[in-house]
């Protein structure tokens, strides 16, 4: 049986070729790397560039590598128009800075991905209001949204440095890629039973001994860049479950989190993407 149209679509080369024929569409071409996913992107940046370009579609390469391959093949410009190339931040900063690219049309995003962003305060309280049904203020002191956010950071920080440990010294194992609720609670979005400290004698120091040593060196890396604000360290998507779970034992009632997403990624202060933003305008 012939492949359909929609299993050659996202293939690597196919992908390539995509990218190649749809020159002339967009007024700048972003590629990014999360397939299936280009409809966020593309609200996004109309979001953040409203119609200073004409943006008719988005490039997903599928995966970090698969972005970097773009950028060699087709560097900053295809035909005259700019290419920018926008990839999650993930570890690289700490772990792997030596193989990031260094081009002003290559943009590691500051946070680990982009779901981090949709972590708001604003939009969150916005979402929240219409369950809750109370004025702001009492909204407001309900949510609790930066004590959440201060808890869930605290807490996981660790995790996400042992995370960290293992991308650098054993990529071969999972890490990231673990279900988040291996570790936080279903009913509150916090720890479950302390559940960090289990990983930590289970498996990081069976991993390797001299884990400790080890990770402290990637803690001191991070915090010469970001500080001791470890929101960046860890994955959106996490932080998105812990929310979500947070908020679901708030209301004492379900809620679609797709729905609880996209209210997010259509409200989130954009303005915390000035820096793409100024990369793209002052290119």
Same mark, same amino acid.
């Given at each position: ?14 992908? *390539? ?11 700048i071409n972003l590629i990014v790397e999360d397939i299936d996913r280009e409809y966020i992107y593309e609200t996004i940046f109309k ?147 302390? *559940? ?88």
């Amino acid at each position: 049986m012939n492949a359909g149209l929609d299993d050659l679509e996202y293939s690597a080369d196919a992908q *390539a070729a995509r990218f190649i024929l749809y020159q002339g569409l967009n007024e700048i071409n972003l590629i990014v790397e999360d397939i299936d996913r280009e409809y966020i992107y593309e609200t996004i940046f109309k979001r953040m560039l409203g119609e200073q370009y004409n943006i008719s579609t988005i490039f997903a390469a599928g995966g970090k590598p698969a972005v970097k391959d773009r950028y060699y093949e087709f560097g900053k410009k295809t035909n005259g128009i700019q290419n920018f190339y926008i990839v999650d931040g993930d570890f690289d900063r700490y772990i792997h800075q030596s193989d990031m690219i260094t081009d002003s049309c290559f943009i590691y995003l500051k946070t680990y991905n982009i779901e981090n962003y949709f972590i708001d305060e604003k939009a969150c309280i916005q979402f929240a209001k219409g369950h809750l049904k109370c004025l702001d203020d009492v909204v407001i002191e309900k949510v609790s949204f930066n004590s959440w956010k201060e808890r869930i950071v605290s807490e996981s920080s660790k995790l996400f440095l042992c995370y960290c440990f293992i991308q650098k010294f054993y990529p071969q194992k999972e890490n990231v890629s673990r279900a988040p609720f291996l570790f936080l609670d279903e009913k509150t979005g916090f720890e479950k039973n302390n *559940a960090y400290q289990k990983y930590w004698n289970e498996e990081i120091l069976v991993l390797d001994s001299d884990a400790k040593n080890k990770i402290n060196e990637i803690d001191e890396t991070y915090k010469s860049i970001h500080g001791s604000n470890y929101f960046n360290l860890i994955c959106g998507k996490f932080l998105l479950d812990s929310l979500c779970a947070y908020l679901r034992n708030l209301f004492k009632a379900s809620y679609n989190k797709e729905d609880f997403k996209w209210h997010l990624i259509n409200h989130f202060d954009i303005t915390k993407l000035d820096y793409v933003k100024n990369v793209i305008l002052q290119s």
